[in-house]
């Protein structure tokens, strides 16, 4: 590593970092490495400053940013006034965690809650990543995970809009590792099944359990070590991969 490199600042960001996987991962990456974290939020800033807090509170560093994963033009603007503001920093680490649900059959699924479940998943890890990734060729290093799920790769019934979503990003992981490799940039996915989070409270853990081998959901410190690992240089020969996280669900 030559020593323009070493004078860089280096920093990790996490999509949808305020709260549940997101939370746990911006924490994760503060105790694994000496990234500043950057944590992105779209609408919940106490969530955002609580957990700048509990990264502050184990030694880390970082600061909260506030976008829109789904607007290419709020992307740009204000990831654009970032780098202005720190003109000696790298976002060496890209983790695309943000996504949201709007789960219902698919015959009476109605066109926003297609949309938006798509802008945010899909077109938001485009609008991040393409955004980003130029300067992380330019600088022949770099770590992207994205955070998919079960239902991009055994589908869900009544998530076919987040399954698609999800199911894309797959797909894309494969596609992008390969393009990039040669910079010395990993591209990886981690597929959480049913995972102890705001997004699974209204579901029936009693029941769900019985189709999980493991018979548990999982936490999101269990979905967080994996991001961790695939962020290190000790995953610097896997790329394109998916790992699950599922407690043995599989199709």
């Keep these: 590593m030559n020593e323009a490199k070493k004078e860089l600042k280096k920093y990790a960001l996490v999509t949808g970092g305020s709260r549940g996987i997101g939370r746990a991962i911006c924490i994760q990456l503060a105790k694994d490495f000496d990234y500043n974290i950057l944590i992105n939020y779209h609408q919940n800033e106490s969530a955002a400053q609580e957990t700048l807090k509990l990264v502050r509170t184990i030694g880390g560093n970082g600061e ?5 994963v789904a607007s290419i033009n709020d992307v740009k603007i204000k990831l654009d006034d970032w780098q202005e503001k720190n003109k000696e920093g ?3 680490v890209i983790i695309n965690n943000a996504g949201i649900t709007k789960d219902g059959l698919f015959m009476w699924m109605q066109p926003d809650d ?4 798509i802008d945010t998943s899909l077109q938001g890890f485009f609008n ?3 955004h980003l990734i130029q300067k992380l060729l330019v600088h022949r290093y770099g770590r992207i995970v994205n955070i998919v799920s079960v239902s991009g790769l055994k589908g869900t019934p009544g998530q076919t809009n987040y399954s698609a979503a999800k199911g894309a990003i797959v797909a894309a992981t494969k596609a992008l590792s390969q393009e990039v490799a040669k910079r010395n940039i990993t591209v990886n996915a981690v597929a ?4 102890e989070t ?3 409270t209204d579901l029936d853990e009693k029941e769900l359990r019985k189709l999980i081998p493991a018979n548990r959901f999982g936490k999101p410190e269990e979905v967080a070590h994996a991001v961790s690992f695939l962020t290190s240089e000790k995953s610097s020969y896997i790329t394109g991969e998916i790992i699950n996280i599922n407690g043995g669900i599989y199709s």
Excluded at 114 to 117: G, H, R
């Design 90 to 92: 790298i976002i060496e």
């Design 198 to 200: 705001d997004m699974t």
């Design 114 to 117: 297609w949309k938006n479940v």
């Design 192 to 195: 959480p099944g049913f995972i």
């Design 64 to 68: 909260i940013i506030q976008f829109d």
């Design 128 to 130: 991040v990543t393409n």
